[in-house]
């Protein structure tokens, strides 16, 4: 995630800092246990592993689960296991994404499938799996197990249903909510449900730890999408335009189309269905993504999410750990827009 | 497995199948549950995983865990649930395996990434691992979700070792050995160790059990690589010279080149290290693995782990599960050769 400069605060930290400083002590832990346990003696494992785990990603998972666990009071130190596990999670699908989607850029660095191929990707990712298996089992937590090998089904159904959505402008709103729900909202909805479960916390607070995170990984999603056709790849650290050449139909494109002219349709339908797409095109689509108000509508409805994500935590005690998580979700839909 | 006719016992059956036909009902519900649990509101899932889970396989590692658990005793229904668990995990690595090394045949049938693309297979192969993961869950066992979590980290290493011995002649037996007993014998062995932590055997009976999984893993594959220059193709539903045209430096090569003269050094030079490779080098290849006694070798070896797997099993009861049990490692060195 970047850092807006506008959003920054007066101290010159983001909220992300903000709530990354109230369970320092903790993400330090996370942060030592990834590199322990990302250790193999075939060398090149955490070599490759390295390259993703330290390029710079803000741990948001992870630091869900540690201000989840925290808010809910707990006290002991397994939720440190379950946030490098969830990292580990998260890693091995951008692994595999990166490999299904032939990135070449991710945070402004090659894609580790670029610097070492698709084979060591893909079965690195699956080691990075495992090894979040066991970092589980450590946990000894079998509600934890049960939160997140679910958690791990639904994001790969979210991804074979987002292969469907490719190339088809008859996506709707629907499927592409959908596709997002799982493959985004589920693991940030785990990671939240996994710090509250281990805390031993009620039931009702389990429930609303989970959908503060469900409705923060929609807003989350929303807004990466929107920002693939912002023209900002510096400050993003990723490829502009990278779902437009991948044909990927997401809402800015669904909106778009779906208020497009009809030299404007011709132009999707040959963009994202037939081909072939031309130099110029990503700049055309920017165009119409923001000349249809698809853009500011995509905007909006993050802000929805973010809303019923912030509203999910009212049960929450009123401390500076759910203040942080507030001012996190209200920070996320204006990240670089 | 391919059921060599010469092994076949009197009654027309070989020693898997009356294996299988000790643990016939329990196989059925293994059957029933996987065929249960690889279903998906996303078709393509079921579609894609039917293709490899109805072709053909002896479902052994399943077999391994249903018999472990009786021979030790067990009395439960939870063994079903791992035996699920550990066919989708071999099932998994096996759509991973086909996309890193591009197969086009698999028992003899297209593989799935031929027919659906490599996308879909490995995240069909991570929702697998995923279900595999809810099914130990189900299964209530940390030990066992321990042995099962290890074991799928030990392979996802052997399979990345063994990218390096990829094009490379300077692999040691004791490089290849390692790689196979990471990639192939630690799910025999923690398919064997699961079923008997399920029956709640002890520590000694435990062991017993990984070990004659351990060894007959390592066997199995040995005698896979040895058929990759066996000439029979039909018999065995994979393409002969696979692990040759992959330039896989497997025992019956290093075992070849150790032995040979400088003609046939060059010839596994260019073929193995440099390239290209011509249409009549397998076939040269096939008579260089003959001549010089490597699939001989290779037998051998494989017989030395088969009685080492035998030998394990003593300290289990004495009754037709174990006799099956060692018939059916004895029947693997055997088959089609």
Known sequence: MIVAEATKTATGTSP?????????VDMEAVDGLIHERMGSAVALIPDLARHLVDSGGKRLRPLLTLAAARLCGYRGVEHVKLGAAIE???????????VVDASALRRGKSTANMVWGNKPSILVGDFLFSRAFQLMVDAGSMR???ILASASAVIAEGEVMQLKSANNLATTKA???QVVSAKTAALFAASAEAGATIAGASAELIDAMRDYGQNLGIAFQLIDDA?????????????VGDDFREAKVTLPVIVAYERADDEARRFWRRAIEVGPQ???????????VEETGAIRDTHARASHYVDEACRALAPLPDNEL????ISTAEFCVGRGY
């Not at 992300?16 to 320092?24: E, G, K, P, R, T």
């Not at 580990?88 to 990166?98: G, K, P, Q, R």
């Not at 031309?278 to 119409?288: M, S, T, V």
């Open 16 to 24: 992300i800092d903000q709530l990354h400083a109230l369970v320092a």
């Open 227 to 239: 920002l693939d056709y912002s023209g900002r790849q510096a400050q993003m650290g990723k490829s």
């Open 278 to 288: 031309h130099e110029a095109d990503l700049k055309r689509a920017i165009f119409y």
């Open 175 to 177: 499927d592409y909510l």
């Open 144 to 146: 934890v197990l049960d």
């Open 88 to 98: 580990f999670i998260h890693t091995a699908t951008l692994l595999h994404d990166d």
């Open 322 to 325: 759910r203040e942080a998580l």
